[in-house]
């Protein structure tokens, strides 16, 4: 069975891992796909490339780890000014996939609609 990629970018995603015998060039269906590769790959050094410009690479980015996070940061900083949720108690720091706190406490005591769009 055929699974379709969640993520689509519209560009090219290429893993690049560099070894003692040569580098091995994969292509990748996502930028979550391409650093999985690249965390189960045993290769001195890793890249990944988005229409063959370097997004990650290991010698300037540090572990891939580290650059998930940061990767996993800014698409949500960029999903949150697009995004619809419009948080009752006015925290901006609370996503529709990410809640506030306050947020949290009335989804577990119940206090309020969980998800609630916005009106």
Known sequence: ??????????R???V???GRHGV???AADSIADAI??????????????QNDEVVYAAERNGSIE???REYEREKRRLSAEASAWDCPHGSAFCYEDDRCLDCQIDRATGGSDWPRSPE
């Not at 069975?1 to 993520?7: A, G, K, L, Q, V």
């Not at 690249?38 to 890793?46: C, L, P």
């Open 16 to 18: 690049k891992l560099f």
């Open 24 to 26: 091995e060039r994969e």
């Open 1 to 10: 069975m055929d699974i379709e990629p969640t993520e689509t970018t519209g």
């Open 66 to 68: 580290d650059w998930e």
């Open 36 to 49: 999985s590769r690249v965390k189960a790959a045993d290769a001195e050094e890793t890249k990944i490339l």
């Open 12 to 14: 090219s995603i290429t």
